[in-house]
């Protein structure tokens, strides 16, 4: 939708390492905001969003208007996903993603792309669209790419930049609950109610911020899990002041293995120049979180995925 970040730049060096010709679409898009959403103050940054893309290597821009898209007006023609698009962020936000796969499908129809990619960070979102392009027949193939973040953990989103520095030092509490529950997972931890009260456990230290949702769901349906399995989808969403954050993790992919090898070599690397040091977190931070993920580990068994 614009406001291009570093996150967006990786979908692209991505698409472009694997295909011919490589197209940016850039659209605020008004069906997939609600009526109380920040559709007006989303913010707008072509001319920076187009020196990204072309940075990454885009061929082209597809920057249509809302006439070009919705002709006939926003309500006229929609495509709606029955099932998936009530769940998750479908549940608290009411009508985006019909929004969401109406204006991909068009999207789809026009640039009649062989592959389309999109991030992790929307992994609810990548359901509703897998669904959406086998049901209607597309000839596309979805590509998921990994979340990127800061340094300091927290998911890039364009709408980071509505955040305070005390709220951006409060939403750390979301990758800090994903990597949290990526190591219980890791370590043998498979039961929901375990891994969702540990979720609940870091978020209750952290009051300022109020849980939207925590689930544990099969990625294909969105549809809650009693045990994870490998692809397992954890998901949490939350509110940091007024804005709406969303993370996950795919519990049990060579991904999260990797990046708990990198977390773990980095600890003993900061551990050893620093005395004691758990990145990204401060020395408080860390032993409190490993005081809580012992507490949980105690309670279960210790089976691997």
Not at 90 to 107: C, I, M, Q, Y
Not at 151 to 166: E, F, T, V
Request: net charge negative.
């Amino acid at each position: 939708m614009g406001a291009l970040h570093t996150g967006h730049a990786s979908l692209i060096r991505a698409a472009k390492s694997s295909c011919d010709q490589v197209v940016v679409s850039i659209f605020v898009n008004p069906t997939q905001f609600g009526p109380n959403e920040d559709y007006s103050r989303y913010p707008r940054t072509f001319d920076a969003d187009c020196a990204l893309a072309e940075s990454a290597g885009a061929t082209a821009i597809f920057a249509p208007s809302v006439e070009d898209l919705y002709p006939n007006g926003p309500d006229s023609t929609f495509v709606e996903v029955e099932g998936l698009s009530t769940r998750l962020d479908g549940a608290s936000r009411p009508g985006h993603f019909r929004g969401v796969a109406t204006v991909v499908s068009k999207l789809l129809i026009a640039a009649e792309p062989d592959r389309a990619f999109f991030g992790q960070k929307d992994a609810a979102q990548v359901a509703v669209l897998r669904r959406m392009t086998t049901d209607l027949l597309l000839p596309v193939e979805i590509v998921v790419c990994p979340i990127v973040r800061d340094p300091d953990g927290l998911a890039l989103s364009s709408r980071n930049i509505y955040l305070s520095a005390a709220e951006r030092s409060q939403a750390l509490v979301l990758s800090r609950t994903v990597h949290q529950i990526e190591s219980l997972a890791a370590q043998g931890e498979r039961r929901a109610t375990v891994l969702v009260e540990a979720a609940n456990q870091l978020f209750a230290a952290v009051p300022e911020v109020r849980i939207d949702y925590i689930e544990l769901v099969d990625w294909a349906t969105l549809l809650p899990v009693e045990v994870a399995a490998p692809g397992t989808l954890f998901a949490v969403a939350a509110y940091v002041g007024k804005t709406r954050l969303i993370d996950n993790t795919i519990l049990g992919s060579d991904a999260v293995l990797e990046h708990l090898r990198r977390v773990e070599e980095n600890a003993l690397e900061e551990r050893d120049q620093e005395g004691y040091s758990l990145h990204p977190q401060t020395n408080e931070e860390a032993r409190r979180c490993e005081k809580e993920a012992s507490t949980a580990l105690r309670r279960v068994p210790m089976n691997r995925f």
